[in-house]
């Protein structure tokens, strides 16, 4: 069993920095993906930058230039720097984990770390 463990939320002001950090326990084999969603308050979990284990990370558009997710792989851990924080970017973080081999796929969260950006 894969534990996921998030930490790094908190409250900054508009304009301001965070970094998330998600470590994951367990083995790398067939490890695929570590990615970082998100949810607001009513609103559906979406995927704001997935570090893709033999390909290039992914943003979406409303946080490419600003955001920068990188990969410890000694420690098996996912960062998520967030820079020039927008109140939009308010939301529970959750980080996910995606394993996949011939003995099938497997998917990992974390607990969720809330980021508030106050105007």
């Known amino acids: 069993q894969v534990q996921v463990v998030e930490s790094g939320g908190g409250l900054v002001q508009a304009g301001g920095s965070l970094m998330l950090s998600c470590a994951a326990s367990?083995?790398?084999?067939?490890?695929?993906?570590i990615g970082w969603y998100r949810q607001a308050p009513g609103k559906e979990r979406e995927l704001v930058a997935i570090?893709?284990?033999?390909?290039?990370?992914n943003y979406i558009d409303s946080v490419k230039g600003r955001f920068t997710i990188s990969r410890d792989s000694a420690k098996n851990t996912v960062f998520l720097q967030m820079n020039n924080l927008k109140p939009e970017d308010t939301a529970v973080y959750y980080c996910?984990?995606?394993?996949?081999?011939?003995?099938?796929?497997?998917?990992?969260w974390g607990q969720g770390t809330q980021v508030t950006v106050s105007s």
């Open positions: 367990g083995s790398s084999f067939g490890l695929r993906a």
């Open positions: 570090h893709n284990i033999y390909g290039n990370p």
């Open positions: 996910n984990v995606a394993y996949s081999s011939q003995f099938g796929r497997a998917n990992y």
